[in-house]
Nanobody, 111 residues
Framework: QVQLVESGGGLVQAGGSLRLSCVASRSIFSYAMGWYRQAPGKQREMVAYITSGDGTNYADSVKGRFTISRDNAKNTVYLQMNNLKPEDTGVYYC??????WGQGTQVTVSS
């Protein structure tokens, strides 16, 4: 069992930036990690994914604006979000692939 705690969400104007953090209760060294989001009335979707070897993958809607990274020494994965748009609004969840989810952090982007 692992606990994942997200932080860094908030309210930001369009064009602004936020940095999300996800701290795990145990080592993430061997695990792929992902950030997902769920907008109101929509299904949860993958936003960004990083493998244990630092390979990355992004949803088309965030490519060039979001960057996922990891610090294994701190058991932490980050999501740097730049040039935010109102359609980025939602609850952002961290996942240690394939089973464990965090509780989510709200991101709201105003126009």
């Amino acid at each position: 069992q692992v606990q994942l705690v997200e932080s860094g969400g908030g309210l930001v104007q369009a064009g602004g930036s936020l940095r999300l953090s996800c701290v795990a209760s145990r080592s993430i060294f061997s695990y792929a990690m992902g950030w997902y989001r769920q907008a109101p009335g929509k299904q949860r979707e993958m936003v960004a994914y990083i493998t244990s070897g630092d390979g990355t993958n992004y949803a088309d809607s965030v490519k060039g604006r979001f960057t996922i990274s990891r610090d294994n020494a701190k058991n932490t994965v980050y999501l740097q979000m730049n040039n935010l748009k109102p359609e980025d609004t939602g609850v952002y969840y961290c996942r240690q692939e394939p089973h464990y989810w965090g509780q989510g952090t709200q991101v709201t982007v105003s126009s």
